[in-house]
């Protein structure tokens, strides 16, 4: 899988081998709960280990500097690329039967996510599940502060422009101009003059009434 030069892999996680008998215990434990299921176990039993251990050999889950990506699937392959900014919560979970392999599960929520009330992504069996997920948030956050700090400053609109003024003295009176104004050199310039043009005209007309 071949990533942008900005993107760059920091962990890909490492999946637990008991993680496919708990998928084979779980669905023991479902087959022993009906009398036919009891004589289907001898059968059932390899064929779910063998289907497990295929999936999660396919399995993969990288977090990159920008993403956590997730490709799973044995005769379909499914891809997500998941961006950290989208990321609201990476919950952790454990049931009784879970909690007996000594494994937990991670599902991985977003904003926007298409399955209302679900989780975009679930997967069982990541080693050392509480410190990548401790790693996931973090890696959002330095890229949620990433793109707050490339994000241009926020400059008012044109409507408020005046709203703050800032007096010019002149002979004649005071000219306001507007906050926004203030920074273009041209319109300062401009006013300069109209401000010079116009003491010089006041000084004319005193020295025309003293005579």
Request: charged residues 25%; hydrophobic residues 40%; proline residues 5%.
């Amino acid at each position: 899988m071949s990533l942008p030069d900005r993107e760059r892999i920091l962990k890909e996680a490492s999946l637990d081998p008991s993680v496919v008998r708990y998928h084979a215990g779980s669905a023991a434990a479902g087959l022993v709960a009906s009398i036919v299921g009891i004589v289907l176990l001898p059968i059932a039993i390899p064929l779910t280990m063998w289907y497990w251990r295929l999936y999660y050999d396919r399995l993969s889950v990288v977090l990159t500097s920008r993403d956590l990506k997730v490709r799973r699937g044995i005769l379909n392959t499914e891809e997500k690329s998941i961006p950290l900014e989208k990321i609201t919560d990476l919950a952790v979970y454990q049931g009784p039967v879970m909690r007996y392999f000594g494994l937990k599960g991670i599902r991985i929520e977003t904003a926007g996510q298409s399955s209302a009330g679900g989780a975009l992504v679930s997967v069982v069996g990541i080693e050392d599940t509480d410190v990548f997920r401790d790693l996931v948030l973090r890696q959002r956050d330095r890229v949620h502060d990433m793109n707050e700090e490339d994000t241009p400053a926020r400059r008012p609109p044109a409507g408020e422009l005046g709203a703050a003024t800032e007096p010019v003295r002149s002979g004649s009176g005071a000219l306001h101009v507007g906050a926004g104004e203030a920074g273009d050199a041209e319109g300062l310039a401009m006013l300069r003059d109209i401000r010079d043009t116009l003491g010089r005209i006041e000084t004319a007309l005193r020295r025309e009434g003293g005579d």
